[in-house]
């Protein structure tokens, strides 16, 4: 049996859509059409061949996000929009399988292979977790977390912790190696973001 045979169904994907999308006036992203599709549905599109389950963690438009991704949308326990690590504490929380991965609303050109890539990483340095790393620097919330870590964040979180590299020097963690497709890191920040996303978008869908 390959070293990847069973990843799919031992992973549960959250979307994180639980922010306050301030750079962009408070337009909730993940709902933002681009290219025809709102970007929470490219997302799943991506994640629904290499995972069992999928959760949208999101404190607003509740409603919207379910009827789009089809999946449990969960909010954050900690009140305030306490950050992705509130979210993944959530996601932890309600899966049932050996790993959580996340990744954000916003990145609709998800690689078909992300889960396998950061499982690679997270086996070869026998790590609690893994992070994508684009070639110039990590990318902290796209990563493959251990479920068992949940207690750990928890703790973190009650003391105050809010920062997601911190967390993540409490455990080892693994790069995994991404540069061969910085595009997958593309979100939208500003109004020209989604044009050029949205151009990328339909270049690769053709």
């Known amino acids: 049996m390959s070293l990847h045979a069973n990843i799919r169904s031992e992973t549960t994907a959250l979307i994180l859509a639980g922010g306050q999308a301030r750079r962009m006036g408070g337009t909730d992203k993940g709902l933002i059409e681009v290219a025809g599709k709102a970007m929470v549905e490219w997302v799943v599109e991506s994640l629904k ?24 949308v969960i909010r954050d326990e900690i009140p305030g929009y306490a950050g992705p690590l509130a979210g993944m504490a959530s996601g932890l929380h309600a899966c049932h399988s050996e790993y959580l991965v996340s990744v ?55 003391d105050g912790g809010r920062k997601i590299d911190h967390w993540y020097r409490q455990h080892l963690t693994a790069l995994a190696d991404f540069r061969d497709c910085e595009a997958m890191f593309l979100n939208i920040n500003t109004p020209e973001d989604r044009l050029a996303l949205e151009a990328t978008l339909k270049e690769h869908s053709a």
């Open 104 to 158: 954000p609303c916003d990145s609709p050109l998800i690689r078909p292979d992300l889960v396998r890539r950061l499982y690679q990483a997270l086996v070869d340095e026998d790590a609690d977790l893994s992070v994508a790393h684009d070639g110039h620097r990590m990318q902290p919330v796209f990563a493959l977390i251990k479920c068992d870590l949940k207690q750990s964040l928890l703790d973190f979180l009650a």
């Open 49 to 72: 061949p290499q995972c069992r389950d999928l959760l949208v963690s999101a404190n607003r438009h509740t409603e919207d996000y379910a009827r789009l991704s089809g999946c449990p």
